[in-house]
């Protein structure tokens, strides 16, 4: 079964940086992008970053300019550089794969990202 390995999440301070990464394990096929998504408390979940098998990339406008989303085709991982974080970052980052031929999308368990003033 095709499981997504999240880790790097954890505490850090307001303008300090993290590093996410995802690792899809199990046989994984026709990866068509591969993304971020986060969910803080009394939010909807929502976008961060996503990148395509073709290279094109997409930030919530929230975090252009601070993220930086980079993938692996040959490893299947996804990681997502943060930088001068800020509070209103902290919420549960979810790694999302989406597959063609069949489509589906699998997420991670999601990971904690809090980021204290």
């Known amino acids: 079964q095709v499981q997504l390995v999240e880790s790097g999440g954890g505490l850090v301070q307001a303008g300090g940086s993290l590093r996410l990464s995802c690792a899809a394990s199990g046989s994984i096929v026709n990866i068509a992008a591969m993304g971020w998504y986060r969910q803080a408390p009394g939010k909807q979940r929502e976008l961060v970053a996503a990148?395509?098998?073709?290279?094109?990339?997409d930030y919530a406008d929230s975090v252009k300019g601070r993220f930086t989303i980079s993938r692996d085709n040959a490893k299947n991982t996804v990681s997502l550089q943060m930088s001068s974080l800020k509070p209103e970052d902290t919420a549960v980052y979810y790694c999302?794969?989406?597959?063609?031929?069949?489509?589906?999308?699998?997420w991670g368990q999601g990971t904690q990202v809090t980021v204290s003033s």
């Open positions: 990148i395509t098998s073709g290279g094109r990339v």
């Open positions: 999302n794969v989406r597959v063609s031929w069949p489509f589906r999308n699998y």
